[in-house]
């Protein structure tokens, strides 16, 4: 017999004190020794008004490492919860932004953490990748496999968007750059959208006793890779016809530095294109149609937009689909900590359940879009 799966606490690590926009240069560094002139355009359209870097001002070395925020996230939520975590018996991982290409990243936290032998889950993605391994904790916890589970999500994009990794590929075009001497917008536009942090939840088949529980009622996750374009990316660069080279296609491996091959890019234009009408028309309102939802069944509506240049866009296209949840019952903290990919989703539930907002019955819907391949989360929540 299938059991209910309900996360019963969440938790969260964001490094170091926050980072208001003027000192983000001050962190990351300026590219070829010059301020960037998208920053201000960007940072004012996406929002955000402080984030997190793993990296000490003073000294601009990474303070920590992805595997080590996401092990200080699961160590708060055993605190928190009360939770022995000498009897973790299942720890599933997410991120975009590992540490190593190998071991996986849950195999990184899991050593971190030095817990005793578990079960390990890691899923690869970009902000989709903590609900797959929610939805695997949930999977494990209703089947009888495990009587808990740990699922995290965790990100570092800091370690890609430091102003000195971009000085080779300048220097190798010093000619092209005499006129433009400014970064590519398709990297220098996530150096101002993303920021560092892990976020965490403890998944058990019982509800908590004497407060508050979110029940999990269904994750659905949905690919429109198959005849969509590659958006986010990190490990090549698009040729002119849009078809990808690959980092391990180049002979001279000091093209890779050389050509900006590890740098992480995303195609903005593509983004605005597709991402409404991918997210919404075609992973919203099938899941809708197929499970009979309908607006007035949510009280809380939990958006992981990139950029609150989304927000009005997202309202928007979800009035003219016919699903409108009405913008006073949004709760997004973007603004505060940032766009921390796949960790968004954990600290945006972590301060909504702690927030007093919550009653019991209140229905949650959480909307996880993905730009990499286009893939996207929905996910629903009933607070117990």
Known sequence: MTRNAYITDLASFLPN????????????????????????????????????????????????TNAQMAAEAVRALGRKSGFNLRTLACLCAGTSSPDLVQPSHGHMVHGELATPPCEVFTAAAVCTSSMSALRYAML??????????????????????????????????????????????????????????????LVRPEPNTGRLSLRIDWIDLISLAGDMPVCMYCGGNKRPDGSMQYWHE?????????????????????????????SIDRALIPIARRRGLKPADYTWFLPHYSSEYFRDRVHQRMVEQGFEIPQDRWFTNLTRVGNVGSASMYLILEELFYSGKLKAGDRLLCYIPESARFSFCYMQLTVV
């Open 17 to 64: 004190a926050p980072v208001v926009n003027d000192d983000i240069e001050k962190v990351l560094g300026q590219v070829n020794g010059k301020p960037s002139r998208s920053r201000k355009i960007v940072l004012r359209n996406n929002g955000i008004q402080t984030r997190h870097y793993a990296i000490d001002p003073a000294t601009g070395r990474h303070t920590h």
């Open 140 to 201: 494990n916890v209703q089947s009888g496999q495990h009587d808990h589970a740990v699922s995290l999500g965790s990100e570092f994009p800091s370690r890609y968007m430091r102003g000195r990794n971009f000085a080779p590929e300048l220097d190798s075009k010093v000619n092209e750059l005499e006129g433009h001497p400014e970064l590519g917008f398709e990297k220098d536009f996530l150096r101002w959208m993303l920021s560092d942090g892990a976020g965490a939840a």
């Open 250 to 278: 180049v002979e001279d491996p000091l093209d890779i530095i050389r050509q900006g091959f590890y740098a992480l890019k995303q195609d903005a234009r593509l983004l605005n294109e597709h991402i409404l009408p991918a």
